[in-house]
């Protein structure tokens, strides 16, 4: 796959965030670097609360930061643009009143992306086909079931050119055929499309099966322990030793 190490597409630039609560400063994210390189797959793994939400929302550009920022090929990175978009664990992500299709035509529409309707609506036919929901266009989002909702999501955000997927739990409330489903056709969407993603995860094997990279985040002041190349041969096999050995190292991380 073709991720160039070379340079970072996105770069967090000591990058710290507090929040205060009741009257007390909570600092959750403490001068993070780290670098993202073009068409990598990074996952993020490390316990709740340590901030991990926090640092997707942060290169969302949902909030700004106290100090340092978000750079995307050099420029700095203020606001949500359709450059990176974010998938949710929440299945609640589309809009009841509107069909599939409907869904991932309207922010097509908003962002002016498409000459006319009929345009919209044929990118919007080629990026649900390639989330496995040919045949579900005219379905309303009641009448799907989680996982084809997280699908949804996910073609939504590729429809509008987005370049960067920011994942945070998406397959999280799902069950456990559904989840295996999605983990293959996401690295399927990955291999395809060169997409870089940035996906949080509780679950190491589930990091382990996924990325090229893993994060193991930790509490601030020391929020990114350590960042782990991940380079399993592919379909990965978690009977694998080696993928048993990695995911050891990473349940020993998170432990201290
Ligand atoms: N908007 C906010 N206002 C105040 N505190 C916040 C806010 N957002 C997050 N926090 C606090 O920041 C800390 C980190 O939260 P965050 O949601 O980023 O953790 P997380 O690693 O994603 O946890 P989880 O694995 O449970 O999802 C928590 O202590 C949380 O209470
Ligand atoms: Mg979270």
């Not at 664990?89 to 509107?98: I, S, V």
């Not at 919209?120 to 989680?146: C, D, T």
């Not at 994942?167 to 690295?187: I, Y």
């Amino acid at each position: 796959m073709g991720y160039d190490y070379l340079k970072a597409f996105l770069e967090v630039q000591n990058l710290s965030k507090s929040f205060v609560i009741n009257k007390r400063e909570l600092n959750v994210l403490k001068d993070i670097d780290l670098q993202i390189y073009k068409g990598d797959f990074v996952c993020i793994v490390g316990p709740s609360g340590c901030g991990k939400s926090t640092l997707l929302g942060q290169i969302a550009g949902f909030e700004q930061p106290d100090s340092g920022g978000i750079f995307i090929e050099g420029q700095k990175a203020l606001k949500p643009q359709t450059n990176r978009v974010m998938v949710f664990q929440d299945f609640n992500q589309l809009f009841p009143w509107k069909t599939l299709l409907a869904n991932v035509v309207f922010p097509l529409k908003i962002h002016k992306i498409g000459q006319n309707d009929k345009e919209r609506a044929n990118i919007a036919r080629r990026y649900l086909s390639m989330v496995k929901l040919e045949g579900f266009e005219s379905f309303y989002p009641h009448q799907l079931s989680g996982g084809m909702k997280q699908r949804a999501a996910i073609a939504r955000a590729l429809a509008i050119n987005s370049e960067i997927l920011l994942m945070d739990e998406p397959f999280g409330s799902l069950d456990a055929q559904s989840r295996s489903e999605l983990q293959n056709m996401l690295v399927q969407i990955w291999q395809e499309t060169g997409i870089t993603i940035i996906f949080v995860t509780h679950d190491i094997t589930e990091a382990i099966l996924l990325s090229n990279r893993i994060v193991v985040m930790g509490r601030a002041p020391v929020n990114i322990k350590v960042v782990i190349a991940n380079d399993l041969e592919r379909p990965r096999d978690t009977g694998d030793l080696k993928f048993s050995g990695l995911y050891h190292t990473i349940y020993d991380l998170l432990k201290v």
